[in-house]
């Protein structure tokens, strides 16, 4: 099945898309049997801006999606609109990958699945510890999505000796003590860190002598760790006041504009505390 609509693709028109994955594509070959230079993708890869990385992760998520429902190819406005972008910026993105569509035809599902994969390391096998079980440890044990998407939760960890040895989805909590340990036998790859702040930098530095080398921090706290580890920090209060900044500057626009339009005759005090709420707002998103 093809979804619907040709795809003009704004990419350099001499790179033609994957017409089905070779046996070599994954070991450095196109599908012309080509060979690709490794040093030279991995060259690709680190160039790869931050922003756009995560934009593949959801295009990986839409892409799935068709798949599942044995669409084969899709154009790039197809693509862009499942994953809420503007399709200059989506053919912008894969081709930082080197996926440039084919004229008239667009992308090929799997194809595009499978060079995603690779450039996000979805190739390899991942395992995941969750420190921390309290509502948000349990919460993210529990989670259906991590699995069907490459990240099994193999290990739980806590202090509470009131929850080790009880499983959180079918896995027994172990003691925080045993973190090296359990991480070393069971190949962890990926720590999360539900914990507070207090003991989460311990929790970081047992999760790197087990041999983690990428952690996901809830702790609102800045951990150290060594170049070789890759730490992301999630901070929903930081999400919400980001978000409280865009509204207030909406609402600025909004003001602006009723007050241009009516600017021979409207309502007095019209949008009169906003510029101390976008001062406010701009000031917190400095101290981020």
């Not at 028109?13 to 040093?39: E, F, K, L, W």
């Not at 998520?61 to 068709?66: G, K, M």
């Not at 799997?110 to 991942?126: A, N, P, S, Y």
């Not at 978000?243 to 007050?259: G, N, P």
């Amino acid at each position: 099945m093809t979804a619907q609509g040709a795809d003009v693709p704004e990419g350099d028109g001499q790179t033609p898309a994957r017409t089905a994955a070779s046996p070599g594509a994954s070991n450095g070959a196109d599908a012309n049997g080509t060979s690709i230079a490794v040093p030279a993708a991995r060259e690709r890869a680190r160039s790869i801006p931050e922003a756009a990385v995560a934009r593949l992760a959801v295009y990986l998520r839409a892409l799935s999606a068709l798949a599942e429902q044995d669409i084969t190819t899709v154009s790039s406005e197809e693509l862009a609109t499942a994953a809420g972008v503007n399709s200059a910026k989506l053919r912008k993105d894969l081709s930082y990958i080197g996926s440039y569509g084919t004229r008239g035809v667009g992308y090929e599902v799997e194809v595009l699945i499978g060079q995603i994969e690779r450039t996000l390391g979805l190739t390899r096998k991942h395992s995941v510890a969750v420190v921390g079980i309290g509502n948000l440890g349990h919460a993210l044990a529990n989670y259906g999505g991590f699995p069907g998407r490459g990240f099994p939760v193999s290990a739980l960890f806590d202090l509470d000796d009131d929850l080790v040895g009880v499983p959180v989805g079918g896995i027994p909590v172990s003691h925080i003590d045993d973190i090296v340990e359990v991480c070393s036998e069971r190949e962890v790859t990926i720590g999360v860190i539900a914990t507070p702040t207090q003991g989460a930098q311990e929790v970081c530095d047992r999760l790197v002598a087990g041999g983690v080398m990428c952690i996901l921090n809830f702790a609102p706290i800045v951990l150290q760790v060594p170049e070789h580890v890759e730490v992301r920090k999630v901070d929903l209060a930081v999400e919400m006041q980001i978000l409280s900044f865009h509204v207030a500057r909406r609402q600025q626009e909004a003001a602006s504009a009723v007050d241009g339009a009516a600017s021979d005759g409207g309502p007095p005090g019209g949008g009169a505390g906003l510029p101390g709420e976008i001062d406010s707002a701009n000031r917190m998103v400095e101290r981020l």
